[in-house]
C-alpha cells in the first residue's frame, strides 16, 4: 500500500507561522528521498525543500531559506514548519517521496500526496 497524507495547512497573516505534516506509508519499501513541493494557481509546481533518508543532507528554494524548515521522523513521517508566511508563499503544499538513491532537490518523484491548502493573507 502506498499513500501519503498532508496535513496541518490553513490561513494565516502574512508574518504567521504553520506546521505540515505528512504520514508516509510506502509498504516494504524505503524512500530516499522526502520532500515539499508547491503549485500556486496559474503556476508551475515547484520544489521548496527535500530530505535525504540516508544522512539528512536538505535542499531549499532560495525564497524559503531561513523561513521554512524541513524535518522527518524515520520514514514515516515528513514536516514542515514554516516561519514568517508571505502572500507568495499560499498554494497547494504536497508531499513527495521517492526510492532512487540519486540527488534529492532536482529529481522527479515517484510517490505523491493530495496536497493540503496554504493560504496567506497580506
Known amino acids: 500500500q502506498v499513500d501519503l497524507v498532508e496535513s496541518g495547512g490553513g490561513s494565516v497573516e502574512a508574518g504567521g507561522s504553520l506546521f505540515v505534516s505528512c504520514a508516509v506509508s510506502l509498504s516494504m519499501y524505503r524512500p530516499y528521498c522526502m520532500g515539499w513541493f508547491r503549485q500556486a494557481p496559474g503556476k508551475e509546481r515547484e520544489g521548496v525543500a527535500t530530505?535525504?533518508?540516508?544522512?539528512?543532507?536538505t535542499y531549499y528554494l532560495d525564497s524559503v531559506k531561513g523561513r521554512f524548515t524541513i524535518s522527518r521522523d524515520g520514514v514515516k513521517r515528513l514536516y514542515l514548519q514554516m516561519n514568517n508566511l508571505k502572500p507568495e508563499d499560499t498554494a497547494m503544499y504536497y508531499c513527495a517521496a521517492d526510492l532512487t538513491p540519486l540527488g534529492c532537490a532536482q529529481r522527479r518523484y515517484k510517490y505523491w500526496g493530495q496536497g493540503t491548502q496554504v493560504a496567506v493573507s497580506s
Open positions: 530530505i535525504a533518508t540516508d544522512g539528512g543532507s
